[in-house]
Structure formats: structure tokens, C-alpha cells
């Protein structure tokens, strides 16, 4: 690592990182001994999660130990030839194993939580610009629904509120898939849309705007909620399309959280059960993402910088139909919109990464 700050930075951070790791063992034998069996859990889980970066940063600082050994017998002048000539030969082997290392942890570091989140919610509503809006906002399905597909990822489509012109004013999706948090964490913003309507009869450009917002799914094991306690239910007749069932059977179900105020409502399915499971899974990301805002501020906050927070006013992205560019204004670097629209964002989102991971480094 060539800088110097960023350097001490990230040694100082896995020191830490390393000493909280020593504590946990001390205070697991301590809680085996009390038979604290929920604090051996959530203890647990923490020595788990620091695992990865831990061993690996404890195998460098012992190979940075004897890379130190070997150059101070090469440039001690009374060392035995022989001695030295092996120091020499060793030391490429060690320096390079001990690179291979740092970088390991860089990427474990940059990416932290990040790396382990398996799930999103991801949110897309139309904003400024009527049917056009919500026109682009069914566009951004799409394009999400074909990243998906060439990376393997599973979505489905939670709740939907479509137009009659083929547009959406608000769709709610569910992405799985192997770090797919660290793939569409950066979506997170607003998306604006310069184009000529199908509607626009004198070829004017209009612009139009949609929402982004995406959000780590949440187990019920990271958000403690009762829900006959917290969660007020309210049930009803779902409305819209649907033939007898809609009209009769109260299957739309809306929560609300006392606490925070936070509402979610489903219409989506003819199951009441169906609608309540959805809504729930829901209500728990979002409440999470309301609480790690809280909790750690300043995180948040060179988060947003990072990859954006899904704040409705922040503009991090235009697809520019009539000139085929989309510019993602975080890199102030344009792209192919064509191959952006067909979920081809591969070159964008490792764009995004690597300035995501200068500035983790920073931060750290």
C-alpha cells in the first residue's frame, strides 16, 4: 500500500479489529462459564464474522516479522555468507506471499458487511415526469431483470403498481444471489431520463425522473421486533383487478411500526398470509436501514458519498436516449446506454467499485 495514511490507517483498523477478536474469546470462556447461552450467541456470531480478516491479518504480521529478519541479516555486514545468501533467496517468496495477503484484506476490508449480504429489496418509483416517469421506471425493471439473469441472480417481484401504458409507478423486488449487495448497492440514488416520448408529436426532448432504493434484506435474527406489539396489522380488501376474491376477501394487508412510524402496505397477492409474509420482510429492511442510519451517522454518511443512500433528490445517474450515453455522475464518465439498457453494467458497476474502494481505504 503506497500511501502512507492510508496505510497506517489500515494497519491501525486490524489492529483493532484484531484485539476485539482476542476479547471475544475471553468473554465466550467467561459466558460458557456463566451459562450465558444468549451472549455466547451473539458472541458467536461476531467471532465469526471477524474470522475472515482476522487469521489472515495475524498470518502477515507473522510474515512481515521474519521479512524484517531476513533484511536484517542481509545488510548486517557480519552475517555468514552463507546465512545470507539463503536470506536472500527466501525473501522474494516471503515479500510476495505477504502482498498476496494485504490485498486479501483490502478487498475483506473495503467490502466489510457488504461482502455478506445475500438479499436486497431493491424499491423503483417514478418521480418527476407522469407516464414518461413511469415509462423509465418499468426501463429500470427491465434493466435490472437482465443484469440479473447473465449473473445468476434470482428476483422476484414483490409488489408492482403498474400504468396503463405499460409503465410502473412503483415496484418492489427482491434480488438473491452471492454478494449481490456489493453488484447493486450503487443504484442506490436518483435516475433521470432525457428522451423524445412516444406521445411527443414536435420531437421535443423531455426529462423525467425515478428512484432507486436498496436495501439489505433483513433476518428477523438482526431486527428484534414483536409483532403482536410493535407492528399494528390492518387488513382490508384489495383493490384494483381481480374478479370476486379482490372485492370479498380482506387480503391486503398494511403494517405500520409504532415506533418509527414506518408503513408498509401489500396487495400484491389473493392470500392474506402471502401478503402479510411480504410485507413483513419488507417492514424489517427498511426498519434495519432506518436503525444503522441512527445508530452509526457518520457511516452512513461516507456511505451516501459512496454509493449513494436512495435519498429521492440525489441525482446520480442520466440516460441520455438521443445521444446513446449514460453518465454516471459519481464518475463523471459516460457509458454505452444501449449496453447499460440490456443489462450489460458490468464496466459501470466495477467503475464504481474501484472508486468505492479508494474510498473505503480513506475511511478506514
Known amino acids: 500500500m503506497s500511501d502512507n495514511g492510508a496505510a497506517n490507517n489500515f494497519d491501525s483498523a486490524l489492529t483493532t479489529l484484531s484485539d476485539r477478536y482476542a476479547q471475544i474469546e475471553r468473554d465466550m470462556n467467561e459466558a460458557a462459564l456463566k451459562g450465558n447461552t444468549a451472549q455466547i450467541v451473539a458472541l458467536n456470531r461476531e467471532y465469526a464474522r471477524l474470522r475472515p480478516i482476522v487469521e489472515p491479518y495475524r498470518r502477515r504480521t507473522k510474515l512481515l516479522g521474519e521479512i524484517a529478519d531476513h533484511r536484517a541479516l542481509i545488510a548486517d555486514p557480519a552475517c555468514d555468507a552463507e546465512l545470507r545468501a539463503v536470506a536472500e533467496s527466501e525473501l522474494p517468496e516471503l515479500e510476495t506471499h505477504a502482498a498476496a495477503i494485504e490485498q486479501e484484506l483490502i478487498d475483506l476490508m473495503i467490502a466489510g458487511d457488504d461482502a455478506t449480504v445475500d438479499s436486497v429489496i431493491m424499491e423503483i418509483r417514478a418521480g418527476t415526469g407522469g407516464d414518461e416517469a413511469a415509462l423509465f421506471a418499468g426501463d429500470l425493471l427491465n434493466m435490472y431483470t437482465r443484469f440479473a439473469e447473465r449473473h445468476g441472480l434470482k428476483m422476484e417481484i414483490m409488489d408492482a403498481s403498474p400504468t396503463e401504458l405499460g409503465g410502473f409507478r412503483e415496484v418492489i423486488l427482491n434480488m438473491r444471489g452471492p454478494?449481490?449487495?456489493?453488484?447493486?448497492?450503487?443504484e442506490g440514488g436518483g435516475h433521470r431520463v432525457q428522451r423524445v416520448p412516444e406521445t411527443e408529436q414536435q420531437g421535443r426532448i423531455h426529462t423525467s425522473a425515478a428512484t432507486v432504493a436498496?436495501?439489505?434484506?433483513?433476518?428477523?435474527?438482526?431486527?428484534?421486533?414483536?409483532?403482536?406489539?410493535?407492528v399494528i396489522e390492518h387488513v382490508s380488501c384489495a383493490g384494483g383487478p381481480g374478479g370476486q376474491n379482490v372485492?370479498?376477501?380482506?387480503?391486503?394487508?398494511?403494517?405500520?411500526?409504532?415506533?418509527?412510524?414506518?408503513?408498509?402496505?401489500?396487495?400484491?397477492?389473493r392470500s392474506q398470509h402471502k401478503n402479510r409474509d411480504k410485507a413483513r420482510r419488507i417492514l424489517l429492511s427498511r426498519l434495519k436501514d432506518h436503525l444503522s442510519q441512527?445508530?452509526?451517522?457518520?457511516?452512513?454518511?461516507?456511505?451516501?458519498?459512496?454509493?449513494?443512500?436512495?435519498?429521492?433528490?440525489?441525482?446520480?445517474?442520466?440516460?441520455?436516449?438521443?445521444?446513446?450515453?449514460?453518465?454516471?455522475?459519481?464518475?463523471?464518465?459516460?457509458?454505452?446506454?444501449?449496453?447499460?439498457?440490456?443489462?450489460?453494467?458490468?464496466?459501470?458497476?466495477?467503475?464504481?467499485?474501484?472508486?468505492?474502494?479508494?474510498?473505503?481505504?480513506?475511511?478506514?
Open 179 to 186: 454478494g449481490v449487495y456489493r453488484l447493486l448497492g450503487y
Open 214 to 230: 436498496v436495501l439489505p434484506e433483513a433476518e428477523e435474527v438482526d431486527i428484534k421486533i414483536d409483532w403482536d406489539k410493535d
Open 247 to 269: 372485492n370479498k376477501v380482506a387480503s391486503a394487508i398494511k403494517l405500520e411500526h409504532k415506533a418509527t412510524g414506518i408503513t408498509v402496505s401489500m396487495r400484491d397477492e
Open 294 to 364: 441512527q445508530e452509526h451517522a457518520a457511516r452512513a454518511q461516507t456511505r451516501r458519498a459512496m454509493i449513494g443512500s436512495g435519498d429521492r433528490n440525489e441525482r446520480i445517474r442520466t440516460y441520455n436516449f438521443p445521444q446513446n450515453r449514460c453518465t454516471d455522475h459519481r464518475l463523471g464518465e459516460s457509458f454505452s446506454l444501449e449496453r447499460i439498457i440490456a443489462g450489460e453494467m458490468d464496466d459501470l458497476i466495477h467503475a464504481l467499485q474501484a472508486r468505492d474502494r479508494q474510498a473505503r481505504l480513506k475511511n478506514l
